[in-house]
Structure formats: structure tokens, C-alpha cells
């Protein structure tokens, strides 16, 4: 059974960096899309980013140049590095996996939640003005 597990979350003013962390074990598949999301109160859960098995990324348009995805497979580690934080980005962050076919969909800019079955628990950023 696939398990993912957030990291990394806080508390920060506008202006500063954090990184979250997920950690993914339960899985054998070589092919796999994983992704950051996230969710704000009241509002839908949205993608953030992206990266599959071959280490090819995409971002949603709305953090295009202020976060960061990577992976560190030796770790099964997924991170998202946050720069620039504003107080909009302030919500609920979860890692997500699709796995078996390595498929990463991207539609107008955004990265759609449908695709993925596996989640994380979630970790809370709080970002302050």
C-alpha cells in the first residue's frame, strides 16, 4: 500500500522560503507522476507541480518562477521548495502519486486533480503579511 507522507509545513511571513518534504514507500512502480497540491479554506484543491519518472516537471502557471519541485529517488523523497511566499499561498499542501502509467496531465495551465490516487495526509503553510 502506497504511503505519503508530508513534512515541512509552517508558519512563515510573506517574503520568506520554506521546503516540504514527502516521503513515498509502499510502491514498486517504475513509472509514476507525483505532484504537490494544494487547498485554501473555502476554496477547490489545485495542483502546484508535477514531476514523472523520466524527471520531466511541469508547473501550474500560478507559482511558475517562485516554487521549485524535485525529487531525490535514492530517498524516495519528493520536495517542494516555496520562495517568495505571499499570503495567498496559504493553505493546506498534499504530495500525491499516480502510478503505472508515468502520465502527468496538464490542461491550460493548471494541473488537474482527477489523475491521482494516492494522497498524503496534508501539511499545514501559513504564510502571514
Known amino acids: 500500500q502506497v504511503q505519503l507522507v508530508e513534512s515541512g509545513g509552517g508558519s512563515v511571513q510573506a517574503g520568506g522560503s520554506l521546503r516540504l518534504s514527502c516521503a513515498a514507500s509502499?510502491?514498486?512502480?517504475?513509472?509514476?507522476?507525483m505532484g504537490w497540491f494544494r487547498q485554501a479554506p473555502g476554496k477547490e484543491r489545485e495542483g502546484v507541480a508535477t514531476i514523472d519518472s523520466d524527471g520531466r516537471i511541469m508547473y501550474a502557471d500560478s507559482v511558475k518562477g517562485q516554487f521549485t519541485i524535485s525529487k531525490d529517488n535514492a530517498k524516495n523523497t519528493l520536495y517542494l521548495q516555496m520562495n517568495s511566499l505571499k499570503p495567498e499561498d496559504t493553505g493546506t499542501y498534499y504530495c500525491?502519486?499516480?502510478?503505472?502509467?508515468?502520465?502527468?496531465?496538464?490542461?491550460?495551465?493548471?494541473?488537474?486533480?482527477?489523475?491521482?490516487?494516492?494522497w498524503g495526509q496534508g501539511t499545514q503553510v501559513t504564510v502571514s503579511s
Open positions: 509502499g510502491y514498486t512502480y517504475n513509472k509514476y507522476c
Open positions: 500525491a502519486a499516480r502510478l503505472g502509467d508515468g502520465v502527468c496531465f496538464f490542461f491550460r495551465g493548471r494541473i488537474p486533480v482527477w489523475p491521482f490516487g494516492n
